[in-house]
């Protein structure tokens, strides 16, 4: 897993900026009922989408939790006195304190199943019942965009993703979460350029290829023979999963 502390100061610019904030806040307040009050922005980052939610409805009180330090300095400063520093497997609030919990981008991260359980485990003690948990999922299958980049990395090697739709479903169900709906919404600036997936295959974001094996640097030299080497391929269209707490 990368380095969130590391990647604060770069998080945002590296990762489509405001537009894609916009549209993520965008598709979580489209699945939110109108009435919801108390929302718990789990992993909030730099609070770029935590803010613009709750600058989005009237009413809404969002409180942002993240791990890393860094993170969680640049979330306060957009939402001065809403941002805890928390771990995701263990949350410091009671239970049924929020009426919705968000986690953008973050189950896709977790390497062992058992946190995987563990955070939703959490999100669901923390929701009263009837709450909404919303959550991406199947985050790499998003980024596959059957482009000629894609067709390079073809044989980086493949694990069971974390966030699969039908693993985080049979998970949330153990936690009485049931599916209650779906959106999807575009990974603005997000679209891989051959020379920008060189980079991120060196900077180690492919997690099943070490930086620097002779597989990673093959990979790399047959990216460098694609045309158009700075020009982005499609951007990735993300998933939104909401599950309502019975």
Do not use: N
Not at 78 to 97: E, I, K, W, Y
Not at 119 to 144: F, N, Q, S, W
Not at 185 to 207: E, H, I, K, N, Y
Not at 221 to 230: N, V, Y
């Amino acid at each position: 897993m990368l380095d969130y502390e590391r990647e604060a100061d770069v998080y945002d610019a590296t990762r489509g900026g405001e537009p894609r904030a916009e549209a993520a806040a965008d598709a979580l307040l489209g699945l939110l009922p109108e009435d919801t009050g108390r929302l718990l922005d789990v992993a909030c980052g730099t609070g770029s989408v935590t803010r613009r939610l709750a600058a989005g409805r009237p009413g809404l009180r969002v409180t942002g939790a993240d791990l890393a330090d860094a993170m969680t300095r640049y979330s306060a400063a957009r939402l001065p006195g809403a941002v805890v520093r928390a771990d995701s497997r263990r949350l410091p609030f009671p239970d049924g304190t929020f009426d919705a919990v968000t986690s953008v981008w973050l189950l896709h991260l977790i390497d062992d199943p058992d946190d995987v359980r563990a955070i939703l485990r959490e999100c669901a003690r923390v929701l009263r019942p009837g709450g909404m948990y919303l959550t991406t999922v199947d985050k790499a299958e998003a980024h596959d965009v059957g482009s000629d980049i894609d067709a390079v990395l073809v044989p980086r090697p493949r694990h069971p993703a974390p966030d699969a739709s039908e693993t985080v479903a049979a998970h949330a169900a153990v936690y009485g979460l049931v599916p209650a709906g779906q959106a999807r919404f575009p990974g603005v600036g997000q679209g891989r350029s051959p020379r920008s997936t060189v980079a991120d295959l060196r900077r180690g974001w492919f997690t099943t290829l070490t930086p620097g094996s002779p597989l990673a640097e093959q990979l790399a030299a047959d990216l460098g023979t694609l045309p158009d080497q700075d020009r982005p391929r499609p951007d990735p269209v993300f998933t939104l999963q909401a599950f309502r707490k019975g």
